[in-house]
């Protein structure tokens, strides 16, 4: 009897400090996700005045995984990874329209820019994004890149007529593969590309 006690005790003690182990792993946080924002600033050049009327700017559409608000690295040929941590602040598409709308805005090309509005309205702005990533597949030479595809609809008649339908695509080295890095990248591309559809646009 006396020799089965002790080992009792060293088992339970053994269990006791499994037990405290494992609560010790489970307890710790796992990492903060870090979200972004794009931020492609304002056009240098300013209309005096504007000389279009009304442009509606619809919802900004897209493919699942160029939706996804993640971070998509391109790694090879048909091979992507997305980084759980690291995300936009919202969907793509959102934060891709907020800066059209913006940036039409302080061009002052347009009487008004508006969301979804039809009174009025004298142009539709219809967009998808095609592409939001860093491509990493030559690893001497990781950029960061978007493209979209524009269609604008002359609405004047009431009846919306396409007068333009044309592919935008821009990318910009990265220095290195922090977020901070890829997120500025991202932001001077996405000015190279409005500043071309506000270039295309009345």
Avoid at 14 to 41: D, I, M, Q, Y
Avoid at 48 to 59: E, M, Q, T, Y
Avoid at 167 to 185: G, H, M, Q
Wanted: charged share 25%; aromatic share 6%; with cysteine.
């Amino acid at each position: 009897m006396n020799r089965v006690r002790p080992m009792r005790v060293a088992a339970a003690l053994l269990a006791v400090a499994l037990v405290a182990s494992g609560c010790g792993t489970f307890s710790r946080k796992p990492p903060a996700k870090e979200r972004f924002v794009l931020a492609p600033g304002a056009p240098t050049a300013v209309a005096a005045k504007p000389s279009a009327g009304i442009l509606r700017v619809d919802v900004v559409r897209g493919s699942p995984l160029v939706m996804n608000r993640s971070f998509t690295y391109r790694t090879g040929q048909g091979t992507v990874q997305t980084d759980f941590y690291r995300e936009l602040a919202a969907p793509p598409g959102a934060l891709v329209r907020d800066a059209l709308i913006e940036w039409l805005r302080a061009s002052n090309r347009f009487a008004a820019v508006v969301r979804g509005t039809k009174a009025g309205t004298a142009w539709i702005l219809e967009s998808d994004l095609e592409r939001l990533d860093a491509d990493l597949r030559d690893p001497a030479a990781p950029r960061a890149t978007i493209e979209m595809q524009v269609r604008l609809l002359d609405a004047r008649n009431g009846s919306p007529t396409l007068v333009l339908d044309r592919r935008y695509t821009a990318s910009e080295a990265l220095a290195d593969r922090t977020p901070e890095t890829l997120v500025a990248a991202w932001s001077r591309a996405l000015a190279s590309v409005l500043g071309e559809i506000e270039g295309d646009l009345p």
